[in-house]
C-alpha cells in the first residue's frame, strides 16, 4: 500500500510542475510605457503609440513628464492615437495663441481701452511690491483643453481607475523635490506637468508650487517600474547636440543650462529602461508646432525601427481584443448635468457675483464651449490669471465647480507707456506715460484709474468708475485731469510756430456699458484753458479762461487687436456744446466721428478702411480752431497740424503683409503697410483742393509698442521719412 502512494505520487508531481509551468506561460508580462518631456517634440509620443495600437502590443501603464505627460495622460483616459492626432493637429495651428494672453475680443471694454491707450505688452504687478508676470502665458487655453478632455474623470479617487494606470511628474518649487501626481484631480496634474517655467506660470495647488517635471525626472522609467510594470519601455527625444558657436546671448546660455540639467536627468531614465525608442528629431525644437505632423510620423518611424524587439509582446488577436474591452469598460465619455453652480478662488463678494453669472449652466447639459467662452472673458476682466471647471459631488448632488485663479501679482498694476514722434526731422517728441489701476475699491467692479504723463507732454487724469450695483451696466465716472504740453505747427519741414497748453479739468458722467464691446456716456466738464505763443509766427490767438461743456462719447470696438487690427471694425462719436470756452464769442458745438474697417483677403494680408471727420455745424468764432491735421495717421507727409480749421474730413485705405515672426520675449509680429491717404479741410485758404499722399513702411509690434520706419509723398511738394513708437492706427 505504501509502495502504491509514493508510486502515485511520484506520477503526479510532473504533473504539477507541468501545470505550474502553463499557468506562468499563461500570464502576460505587463508592460509600462515612460514618455518623455519635449515641448512640441513631445507629439513624436502619437506615432509610437499609433505603431503599438497597429500592432496590437498592450499598454498597462504610462507615465510621462511635461508634454509626455499631457500625451500620457490623453492616452491613458481612452483617447485614441487616432484622435490624439487630430487633437493635437488642431491645437498645434493655433499654438501662439494658445500661449498668448487673453484675446483681444474676449477682454472687458475697460481692459480694451487700457490696450489702445498704452499699446504694449508691459504689465507690471504692485501687490506686495512691484512684480512682473511669471511666465510669458497664465495657461488659461492650454487649461480649458484639459479641462475638456478630463471632464467625464473628475470625480476618480486614484489614477489607478483610469482605463490605463497613469502618472505624470511635476517639480515642487516649494520644496525642489519630485512630485509623482498619482490621484486628485487630473486637470491640475496635468497642468503642473506642462507648467514650462518662463512660458506657463506655475500651478498652484494647495500651498504648493509646480512647474515642469523635466527638472527632475524627465523621462519617469522609475516610476513605470513603481507601478508594477514588468517591462519598461522608454519613449527617448533624441535631438541634435549644440554647437559651442552657437551659445552666444544671454537666453542661449540660460536654455542650454536647463537642458544640461534635464539631459543628466535622462540618462538616468535611459539606464532604467527595458526598451529605448528613440525618435530622431535633430533640427526640431520645443517650439516647432508648425512641424506636428511630421514629429508625429518620426515616432512611427522610431517605433518600427523596433519592431523585431516590440513583436515580443504584440497579443494574438483574441487577447488584444480581450486588452481592449477591458480598457474600453473603463472608458467615461460624458459628464453628468450639473445641478448646481459653485465658485471658488476668489473673496466672498465676486463669488456670488460670479456663481449668479453662471447659473444658466446648471440644470441643463454642459454646453463646454459656452461654458469655456464665458470663463475667458472671466479671465479678461483684468482680476483673474485662469479659470477651470470640473464636476464634483456635493451632498449626493453633481454640480459644476468653477476654480478661479486671482492673478498673484496684480491688482493694483501699473501699465507703463512709450510715445515718440519722429516726423519731423531735428525734432523728436518723447512722452513716457504710466496708466495705474486699483480693482474693487469701494465695491465690486468699481476701479479707480490714473494716467501719468511724462515729457512732451506733463500731465495726469484720474477717474473713479464706479457701477450703480455690482451687476449693473449703468456705471458713474467722476474724473479730473491737467497737463502742460507744447503744440507745434510745422510747413512742410519747416516750423512756424509753438505753443504752450495748459488745461487742467473736472467732470462727471454717467454711462452704459451694452458689453465689452461698446459703451455710452453723457456728461459734464468744467476747467480752464490757456494757450500761449513761445516761438514762431502766430498762427491763430491766444487765449486764455474757463471752459465748460456737455459731452456725449459713443465707442465700439469690434476689432481684433489693439494696436494692428486684421478684422473687425472700429466706431467712435464724440458730441460736445461748450457753453463757454476762451475767445469764443458764444455757445457751439462741437462733433467728430471715426469708422475703421479690417478685413483678411489671405493668411498674411489684410486690408484696411478708416473714415474720419468732424464740424462744428458752421460755427467759425470758437476763439481756436477745433481740428488739425498733419503728422502720422493725419496726412504723414504734411507738416504737423499744418491744416487747421473747423470742418475736415479724412480718408486712409491700405494694406497689411504679415512679413516675419518676433520671439516672444520681443513682440508679436513685424508687418508691411502700404496706405493712401485723402483728406479736407475746410477754410483753410493755402491748402490744395484734396490734400492726399502715399505712405509705406515697416510696422513692427514689439515689447515696449508699434514701430513704425517708413516715408510719404503727397501733393504740393509734401514729403517726408519718419518714424513713430505707439500708434499706428
Known sequence: MQRTLVVLLLMLFPCSLFAQEQATAKRRLKIGLALEGGG?????HIGVLEW?????????????TSMGGLMGGMYAIGKSPAELRTLMLTVSKKWDGIIGPTPYGALSFRRKEDLRAYPNAIVLGLRGGTTLPAGLSAGHQISLIIDKETLPYSGIASFDELPIAFRCVATNLVTSDEKDFQDGPLADALRATMSLPGVFTPAK????????GGLVNNLPTNVVRRMGADIVIAVHLKTSTPEAKNIRSLVDVLGQTVDVVVTNN????????DIVISADLAGYTLADYKAAETIMNRGLEAAEEKARLL?????????????????????????????????TGTYPDAVAQLERSLQNFAGRPLDTKKLEGALTRLTGVGKYDRAGYRIVQVDGREGLLVTVEETAYAPPMIQPGFEMD???????NFTLGARLTFMDVGGYRAEWRTDFLFGSTYGAHSEY???????????????GAASISTFKIYQKNDPLAIYGVDRANIGASVGYAFNRFAEVRVGYDAGWLKSKLRIGTQQFPAVNGRTGAARLRFLFDGSDDPVIPRRGVQMETNFHWFDTSPGAAEAFPVMDARVGYFQPIAHPASLFAISSGGTTFGRQATGTPQFFLGGPERLGSYGLNELRGNQYFLFRGGYLHDLLLLPPFAGKRVFVIGEYELAKMYGFPTAAKLPNDFAAGIVAETVVGPLFFGGSIGDSGHKKWFFQLGRVF
Not at 40 to 44: D, K, M, P
Not at 52 to 64: L, Q
Not at 323 to 343: G, I, L, S
Not at 465 to 479: H, I, K, M, Q, V
Open 311 to 343: 513583436e515580443t509582446y504584440r497579443l494574438p488577436d483574441t487577447d488584444w481584443e480581450e486588452y481592449r474591452r477591458e480598457r474600453e469598460a473603463r472608458v467615461k465619455t460624458a459628464a453628468p448635468t450639473p445641478q448646481f453652480v459653485k465658485v
Open 465 to 479: 468708475y464706479r457701477p450703480l450695483t455690482a451687476g449693473s451696466r449703468w456705471f458713474l465716472a467722476p474724473e
Open 205 to 212: 495647488i494647495g500651498d504648493a508650487i509646480y512647474v515642469d
Open 266 to 273: 535622462e540618462k538616468k531614465g535611459l539606464e532604467d529602461a
Open 52 to 64: 503599438f495600437e497597429k500592432n496590437h502590443v498592450p499598454v498597462d501603464y504610462v507615465a510621462g
Open 40 to 44: 512640441a517634440l513631445g507629439l513624436a
Open 422 to 428: 519722429g516726423s519731423e526731422s531735428g525734432d523728436v
